[in-house]
């Protein structure tokens, strides 16, 4: 029967889980702000789980830090910058609480919001999300492209994914769980956590501007981000360009009926401006869907190369979380089977 991987059994009533990259400017109010949250709504009794994920400032050294002056602070370096999906993923590998808060760390979503959170919890729910009402700070472009994005995605996908929730959310053990037990490579987290099911319910709230530093998602990851949502959770591409390459085969077919026509009547009149429009638009067509289908080959290829999520370099914290952890098994090989040196 399959086990999830590297599981660790929940002794604590709450974990934080996250991710970093290039945060230490803002290292020090994270940690004030998460402990003041946790310590009136939780107690003692949780822990604060850093992942660096390739960091290239003071990052690790800050966390280092933080690890040993505070025995709840745990500290993850990651081997290299793996991206916010997978820093993610590892946070949550470890984590041991029974109930895990998810935050990034430029304190756009605050921290103040785990205790209403938790009451939510406490009436049923597996999973309480955050979902923006605002958005300071934010460009005109980054509000309507993720508003776009959002819309896109819910015609697209054969589930509800709720629009305006990033990762900021409350997720039962359980839930958890279940999470662990899908190791796809793309991981697009808020959609997997959809896919679940159980009762999620929505906390409203006003996204502030980042404390400190530069956005972790520029045009180029915001659109990879989005690829990976379309193509992890729709085939409707597919059977779009299905439909496309068939429609285009059919007109193909009548065009081919009328050159035939025409020659038998004698009457064939051919121009480069019609015969450039044809081949342009067939050419464009076929390179269109060669494009789809090359980003959902891409995908298929990661996931049969069976490669590792993720790597840990260093865990700095209780020794039996250290002791615990395999630190070359993330979840896509234990989940297979696998085991590490």
Known sequence: MYQPPNKVQSSLALSVVVPCHNEQEGIGELYRRLSMACRSSIGDDHEIVFVDDGSRDDTWSKLAALSKADPHVVSVKLTRNYGHQLALTAGLD?????????????????????????????????VVYGRRIKRHGESAFKRLSAAAFYR???KLVDIEIPSDAGDFRL??????????????????VRGMMAWIGLKQVPIEYERDERYSGTTKYPLKKMVGLALDAITGFSTRPLRLVSHLSLTFAILAGVGIAYTFYSWFIHSAITGWTSVMTVVLSLGSIQLFVLWVFGEYLGRILSEVKRRPLFLIDEILGPATIRDSYDYVVSPAASARGETGD
Do not use: N
């Not at 029974?98 to 009436?123: N, T, Y």
């Not at 997720?171 to 697009?188: T, V």
């Open 94 to 126: 470890i984590c041991r609480g029974a109930r895990i808060f998810i935050i990034d760390a430029d304190l756009q979503d605050p921290p103040e919001l785990l205790g209403p959170m938790l009451k939510v919890m406490d009436g049923g729910a597996h």
């Open 152 to 154: 896109t995605l819910g």
């Open 171 to 188: 997720i039962s053990r359980k839930a958890l769980e279940m999470l662990r037990r899908m190791p796809e490579q793309h991981r697009f």
